[in-house]
């Protein structure tokens, strides 16, 4: 194989959107970052042109291209050379390394939560369907994150620990609130 067949393809947009209202430039901005784009400037993400962000980029597309003089351009691109093109993998990769760090954070908290609850004993059907919720949360981030960390992020492998470890601390909650909803009550024991 060439050089140029070792080096991964890109998707370059270039958007020029209108400053106010501020509205479209936000929706945008937001649309980017949802799907993992990488900010080289202003007006200027990459993506790894790969078809997990096809549907992100379209509608990044779609929504400065709605704005009153928005304008979107989409250019194919790869590093000039193999050392170009590593440094641009290493910049995508801080950037989910970032992201990933971000959901292990979330985690702690999701873990310090539960342990707080266990702490003072809240064990009710809400409050188990609220860590619930939460524990959906984190998997669903946790599929997107996987989905968009196309080169392997060395926390990856970390975070899908993590998950699995916030998996059975919920799932001990849960054995705990269903038992003291299920214990004897004290007060009608003879």
């Known amino acids: ?30 649309e980017l970052r949802k799907v993992g784009a990488l900010s080289l400037g202003q007006g200027v ?8 962000f096809a549907e992100g980029v379209a509608r990044a597309v779609e929504l400065a291209r709605g704005a009153s003089g928005g304008e979107a351009i989409t250019l194919e691109a ?3 050379s193999a050392g170009d093109a590593s440094r641009f993998q290493a910049m995508f990769t801080a950037a989910r390394s970032a992201d990933w760090d971000e959901f292990l ?9 539960i342990a707080k609850e266990i702490r003072i004993a809240k064990f009710t059907l809400a409050e188990l369907e609220e860590e619930e919720q939460s524990l959906e949360r984190l998997r669903r981030w946790h599929r997107d994150l996987t989905a968009r960390d196309v080169f392997g992020a060395p926390e990856a492998a ?22 003291a909803l299920h ?3 004290e007060e009608t024991a003879p």
């Open 1 to 30: 194989m060439t050089d140029t067949e070792h080096r991964a393809r890109w998707l370059l947009l270039l958007l020029r959107l209108p400053a106010s209202p501020s509205k479209h430039r936000v929706a945008v901005w937001r």
């Open 78 to 80: 790869a590093g000039r």
């Open 105 to 113: 954070a979330d985690c702690g908290k999701f873990e310090e939560e």
């Open 183 to 185: 214990a004897p009550d």
């Open 158 to 179: 970390d975070a899908a620990a993590r998950l699995k470890h916030c998996t059975a601390v919920c799932e001990e909650y849960a054995e705990l609130v269903f038992a």
């Open 45 to 52: 993400w990459a993506v790894p042109d790969v078809p997990v």
